[in-house]
């Protein structure tokens, strides 16, 4: 009977005693003799991994002379030898089987001419496959309790701004690029940059990120969302079931109010997401709403020619549902919706009672969030203790595997579903950086006609979320309503 050899071993495991290439070869061919068979050839795959067959040469070499018929039997020091996945040592025991050709494992003592060997060689397989998966959660497991203490990963490259090399747990700052970061959220929060704006400055100055040569408006929004720099850990980035962040042993680069600056100016940018960006001469872009059929109106330049003959460029708003005949309300010009803007604000008199209705809505909102994140982390409790209790009952051997994973996984995605839901209900207000509506209209009030068209942009992005617009019977703006963040 031809018997070709097959020997594998991992790049990790080559200081294992009774695991190097030469080793399994000396001790199978020895076996060879004993068993009266005739050798035919060697097939090695040296640090290679056995997870998969599809990245071996040597085990896909021997398959095709299998097929070709060149091989009767196949022999291996040990079944993980071959492989440690389920699917491709079924995948083998067909083509065993329908080629007529053996297999035999000496430290398992398997032989697939039997009907108990090859159901034997797939419930070592299941094991096999089955201890890789706890390798690979023991992992997962060590990364994630690291990242809890505050160590920085860093698997691929520090954050920029600061530098990790080798085996350093912490990293550390670097001085030059965190000069640039603290520019970088300088320009976004107190310039009022947008992030294009602020990629063309970095550009321009010939200035580099880590990892390649220009910036772009996402690598400049990967910083400004960058927990690292108030001090946080990250975990998980591309897993948002498994992501956490947690106080890092680094030093921060950012004040923490700064940065909740950004994030604040975020959220409320992408939430306005205005037909056009906002510039100075119509800056109630994104923000201001049809009062008759409820769309966002949408920036519209118009041409007029005054008096004097000379044409000029005036800026306003339309209703896109009014050339469509759904809605009556046309084009409103800018300095209209501006003039009612402010006829509005000044006639609220009573601060005091609009800014403690507010805040009572917020207590009332607080106590709704508090409950609700008191029920999801309750029901996190009681699943958490379900999986102590199904992990005993398998150790126990009262549940079979194929339980105990359907169990587990069920499990799992119960606990994945209420920590979603955590995760999406608001953080209690913070007093010490509330701004209140009386805030808002007071400096309004007090302000407005001193301000700059730029800073009037800054003020509508910052304070206000929607302004709900009609036209009068004299084709003058009407604001309904003002809504503030």
């Not at 200081?15 to 080793?23: L, N, Q, T």
């Not at 809605?327 to 919706?337: E, M, W």
């Not at 501006?338 to 809505?361: P, S």
């Not at 010490?432 to 407005?448: A, E, G, L, S, Y």
Request: aromatic share 8%; hydrophobic share 35%.
């Amino acid at each position: 009977m031809k018997t070709a050899i097959y020997v594998r071993v991992s790049t990790d495991e080559q200081a294992k005693e009774g695991y190097s290439i030469r080793a399994q070869i000396e001790k199978l061919k020895s076996f060879i003799k004993v068993k009266d068979w005739s050798f035919y050839k060697v097939y090695a795959d040296e640090g290679i991994s056995g997870k998969n067959i599809k990245d071996r040469p040597a085990i896909n070499e021997m398959i095709e002379d299998i097929k070709a018929g060149n091989v009767d039997n196949v022999l291996v020091y040990k079944i993980d030898r071959l492989t440690r996945s389920t699917r491709d040592l079924i995948e083998l025991t067909d083509i065993f089987k329908a080629t007529g050709c053996s297999f035999n494992s000496v430290m398992e003592s398997i032989d697939t001419a039997t009907a108990s060997g090859r159901m034997f060689l797939k419930i070592i397989g299941i094991f096999a496959e089955f201890e890789r998966e706890n390798i690979a959660e023991r992992i997962t497991l060590a990364a994630e309790k690291k990242a809890r203490e505050g160590y920085s990963l860093g698997y691929f490259t520090a954050s920029y701004g600061y530098d990790k090399a080798g085996k350093d747990k912490i990293q550390t700052i670097n001085l030059e690029e965190a000069k640039i970061v603290k520019e970088i959220f300088a320009m976004y929060v107190e310039g009022n940059m947008s992030q294009n704006a602020i990629t063309k400055n970095l550009n321009k100055r010939g200035i580099k990120p880590k990892l390649s040569e220009t910036w772009c408006a996402e690598s400049v929004r990967g910083v400004l969302r960058n927990t690292n720099y108030i001090g946080k850990v990250r975990y998980s980035l591309n897993n948002e079931e498994r992501y956490f962040e947690a106080d890092g042993k680094h030093e921060p680069i950012i004040d923490e109010e700064v940065f909740l600056q950004a994030q604040s100016k975020m959220v409320r940018i992408q939430k306005k997401m205005p037909t056009k960006r906002p510039k100075e001469a119509s800056f109630f872009s994104g923000t201001i709403y049809c009062g008759k059929c409820g769309t966002k109106l949408v920036t519209h330049n118009y041409y007029i020619t005054t008096k004097k003959g000379e044409g000029l460029v005036r800026g306003g708003y339309r209703c896109p549902n009014h050339n469509k005949g759904l809605c009556t309300i046309g084009r409103i010009s800018h300095r209209k919706v501006e003039r009612a803007f402010q006829d509005y604000i000044d006639g609220i008199e009573d601060l005091t009672a609009i800014d403690d209705e507010m805040l009572e809505q917020e207590n009332k909102q607080d106590k709704i969030n508090a409950l609700l994140r008191e029920e999801a982390e309750k029901a996190i409790a009681k699943i958490e203790k379900k999986e102590r209790d199904v992990m005993n009952l398998y150790l126990e051997e009262q549940l079979t595997f194929a339980q105990y994973s359907e169990m587990t996984k069920k499990l799992a995605d119960d606990k994945a579903f209420h920590t979603q839901q955590l995760s999406n209900i608001p953080s209690e207000t913070k007093e010490d950086i509330r701004i209140t509506k009386v805030d808002v209209i007071t400096n309004f009030q007090m302000n407005w006609q001193n301000l700059t068209d730029t800073e009037k942009l800054l003020f509508v992005q910052d304070c206000i979320e929607k302004i709900t617009v009609i036209r009068g019977e004299k084709q003058e703006a009407v604001i309904k309503g003002v809504d503030f963040y």
